[in-house]
Nanobody
Framework: QVQLVESGGGSVQAGGSLSLSCTGS????????MAWFRQAPGKEPEAVAS????????YASASVKARFTIYQDNAKTTLYLLMINLKPEDTATYYC?????????????????WGQGTQVTVSP
């Protein structure tokens, strides 16, 4: 069993920055793939970015690729999402997820472990 805890959400104005973190515990080996998803009210979960354990397979959605950076610490126990130049359309609950599948397309159904989510609100 893997437990994921996100932190770092908040409220910013458009153009601002936030950094999210996700710490995993409960398993001796980090799952191969960790990802960030987001879900806005009334919408389906959207894959934002993902990274495999070695850090060789990375994905970022076209809408955030130039503004968001996914990275992990050297111990590979904490996943981060650095978000710059935030836009109102980035407003959502952001979830950290873990699983074994790290191939495109990154789909929520392929991730069995999820954090509780952290809210990101970007005002105009």
């Amino acid at each position: 069993q893997v437990q994921l805890v996100e932190s770092g959400g908040g409220s910013v104005q458009a153009g601002g920055s936030l950094s999210l973190s996700c710490t995993g515990s409960g398993n001796t080996v980090r799952p191969n793939c960790m990802a960030w998803f987001r879900q806005a009210p009334g919408k389906e979960p959207e894959a934002v970015a993902s990274m495999d354990r070695p850090g060789t397979k990375m994905y970022a959605s076209a809408s955030v690729k130039a503004r968001f950076t996914i990275y992990q610490d050297n111990a590979k126990t904490t996943l981060y999402l650095l978000m710059i130049n935030l836009k109102p359309e980035d407003t959502a609950t952001y979830y950290c997820a873990a699983g074994s599948w790290c191939e495109y397309p990154i789909e929520a159904t392929k991730f069995p472990y999820w954090g509780q989510g952290t809210q990101v609100t970007v005002s105009p």
